[in-house]
T-cell receptor, first 114, second 112 residues
């Protein structure tokens, strides 16, 4: 079945550095991908919608310059957390829809900024 | 405003017992409702998908029901196992949109 691969699964970085998270759709093309953030014991919060070949659409309150999204191909979207701070520590998940009814999620990335 | 409410927030049951999780939504127009299982530190995994015309759908020990009139869904887990311990998330998508509305999830703990 269709799979979405997210990498890395865990990353620890120093404050002020940037971290890139990759989300790949395997054996299917994804013109759209979603990026979510999840706090402990909370639901997924949509950050932005990534569109292949065009600019991402960010949800209200999400800083575009802080969370850079690039959807360079039909199988790859990246989220870069720039100048990371401890408050950016969280669980980030990507998702790619297939048709109208299904969406596959990546394995998630646990980001810890120290 | 589209909303998805889940109950209970958390649930503890003994291994082998059955349980039912609830999901109420106000998403309109309705397209589909999905139940996901999310293990701690992992991405959600799809359990069932239901469209407007479907009332029930099973996936092994998981059975989901949908009442589109009352905008309610339930997920019934039969003969629970320790591996069922996870968060169960109800997700509703409106017609014509890829962007889903997530419930806050029900945290299920199965004790031996």
């Amino acid at each position: 079945g269709a799979v979405v691969s997210q990498h890395p699964s865990r990353v620890i970085c120093k404050s002020g550095t940037s971290v890139k998270i990759e989300c790949r759709s395997l054996d299917f093309q994804a013109t759209t991908m979603f990026w979510y953030r999840q706090f402990p014991k909370k639901s997924l919060m949509l950050m932005a919608t990534s569109n292949e070949g065009s600019k991402a659409t960010y949800e209200q309150g999400v800083e575009k310059d802080k969370f850079l999204i690039n959807h360079a191909s039909l199988t790859l979207s990246t989220l870069t957390v720039t100048s990371a701070h401890p408050e950016d520590s969280s669980f980030y998940i990507c998702s790619a829809p297939i048709g109208t009814f299904e969406a596959f999620f990546g394995q998630g990335t646990r980001l810890t900024v120290v | 405003k589209n909303q998805v409410e889940q109950s209970p927030q958390s649930l503890i049951i003994l291994e082998g017992k059955n349980c039912t999780l609830q999901c109420n939504y106000t998403v309109s127009p309705f397209s589909n409702l999905r139940w996901y299982k999310q293990d701690t530190g992992r991405g959600p995994v799809s359990l069932t998908i239901m469209t407007f015309s479907e009332n029930t759908k099973s996936n092994g020990r998981y059975t989901a029901t949908l009442d589109a009139d009352t905008k309610q869904s339930s997920l019934h887990i039969t003969a629970s196992q320790l591996s069922d311990s996870a968060s169960y998330i109800c997700v509703v998508t409106s017609g014509g949109s890829y962007i889903p509305t997530f419930g806050r999830g029900t945290s299920l703990i199965v004790h031996p």
